[in-house]
């Protein structure tokens, strides 16, 4: 999956790895995406930022739906089957349920931002519903999966209009956008994997389940961003293994300097696992 939570210039960067040039750049944003993928395993959800899909879920004749992260329900997004005949027939209005978490506000960068993971009956709605009814496979939801959705707009714009598939493309401002980054412009998703010279970038098109798409060079450009503590695990670890490959990743390091011996335990470090403890997900949808 093309998406890393830090990007190479961060990596990179005096106060990081430290390192110059672009001998590694492929190598350190394989790395950033696999270390990623890991921390999602570990959390048990994924940070990237998701476009609209459908799910199918099972109500269990309560007042509310457990639900994997969600960001939102656009318009008729929740819909149910009635008479259980495999067509989802009945749409719920939006003032019939409530996201769950009530003060989630999962595309604020305010405050501890989370995702919505259940919906519930909305008791002060003057609708017909008052239960999601116990039956399998019978809720269907169409939203935008994910932990969070924050955006950050970009210095500039495209230099020009691209369409649905070139995969170079030229910003009108230099160094605003790193390898490793995904950018969204209007509705689609694309992932920096290479920089050329000046502002040129080369992206992987449509990522997340956006659709390629034509942008004029007036298209609002944004990077998507993730909570800092999740960043921070992901260049902790990446740092951790890209010192050890300078023994073949033996598990234990002589430092001929202090006449130390640094062993490095299996798995994620152990900074990781509390940077990321508060993001581990124990629910069921």
Same mark, same amino acid.
């Given at each position: 999956?093309?998406?890393?939570?830090?990007?190479?210039?961060?990596?990179?960067?005096?106060?990081?790895?430290?390192?110059?040039?672009?001998?590694?750049?492929?190598?350190?944003?394989?790395?950033?995406?696999?270390?990623?993928?890991?921390?999602?395993?570990?959390?048990?959800?994924?940070?990237?930022?998701?476009?609209?899909?459908?799910?199918?879920?099972?109500?269990?004749?309560?007042?509310?739906?457990?639900?994997?992260?969600?960001?939102?329900?656009?318009? $008729? @997004?929740?819909?149910?089957?009635?008479?259980?005949?495999?067509?989802?027939?009945?749409?719920?209005?939006?003032?019939?349920?409530?996201?769950?978490?009530?003060?989630?506000?999962?595309?604020?960068?305010?405050?501890?931002?989370?995702?919505?993971?259940?919906?519930?009956?909305?008791?002060? $709605?003057? @609708?017909?519903?008052?239960?999601?009814?116990?039956?399998?496979?019978?809720?269907?939801?169409?939203?935008?999966?994910?932990?969070?959705?924050?955006?950050?707009?970009?210095?500039?714009?495209?230099?020009?209009?691209?369409?649905?598939?070139?995969?170079?493309?030229?910003?009108?401002?230099?160094?605003?956008?790193?390898?490793?980054?995904?950018?969204?412009?209007? $509705?689609?998703?694309?992932?920096?994997?290479?920089? @050329?010279?000046?502002?040129?970038?080369?992206?992987?098109?449509?990522?997340?389940?956006?659709?390629?798409?034509?942008?004029?060079?007036?298209?609002?450009?944004?990077?998507?961003?993730?909570?800092?503590?999740?960043?921070?695990?992901?260049?902790?670890?990446?740092?951790?293994?890209?010192?050890?490959?300078?023994?073949?990743?033996?598990?234990?390091? @002589?430092?001929?300097?202090?006449?130390?011996?640094?062993?490095?335990?299996?798995?994620?470090?152990?900074?990781?696992?509390?940077?990321?403890?508060?993001?581990?997900?124990?629910?069921?949808?």
């Amino acid at each position: 999956m093309p998406n890393a939570y830090v990007s190479l210039t961060t990596i990179k960067a005096s106060a990081g790895l430290d390192i110059s040039g672009t001998l590694y750049d492929t190598r350190l944003r394989e790395l950033s995406e696999n270390i990623s993928r890991e921390l999602d395993r570990f959390c048990g959800r994924y940070f990237y930022y998701s476009q609209a899909e459908t799910r199918e879920f099972s109500g269990r004749g309560k007042a509310f739906l457990l639900v994997p992260d969600l960001i939102a329900i656009p318009g $008729s @997004g929740l819909r149910e089957d009635t008479n259980l005949d495999g067509t989802f027939e009945t749409v719920w209005a939006s003032a019939d349920f409530l996201y769950s978490p009530y003060n989630a506000a999962p595309t604020t960068t305010l405050g501890f931002a989370q995702p919505y993971t259940r919906l519930e009956v909305n008791e002060r $709605s003057d @609708g017909t519903q008052d239960v999601f009814l116990k039956a399998q496979r019978n809720y269907q939801v169409t939203g935008t999966w994910g932990y969070s959705r924050v955006l950050i707009d970009v210095a500039g714009n495209l230099s020009a209009s691209i369409d649905s598939t070139v995969t170079t493309m030229t910003m009108t401002a230099a160094g605003t956008v790193s390898i490793g980054e995904t950018l969204v412009i209007d $509705s689609e998703q694309m992932y920096v994997t290479g920089t @050329g010279a000046g502002s040129d970038l080369t992206v992987e098109r449509a990522v997340n389940g956006s659709t390629g798409a034509t942008h004029t060079a007036t298209a609002n450009v944004q990077i998507v961003t993730y909570p800092g503590p999740v960043r921070e695990a992901v260049f902790i670890q990446l740092a951790r293994l890209w010192k050890r490959r300078d023994s073949g990743f033996a598990s234990q390091v @002589g430092m001929p300097e202090t006449g130390q011996l640094l062993v490095f335990t299996r798995g994620l470090d152990v900074d990781v696992k509390s940077l990321l403890s508060p993001y581990v997900y124990y629910g069921a949808g």
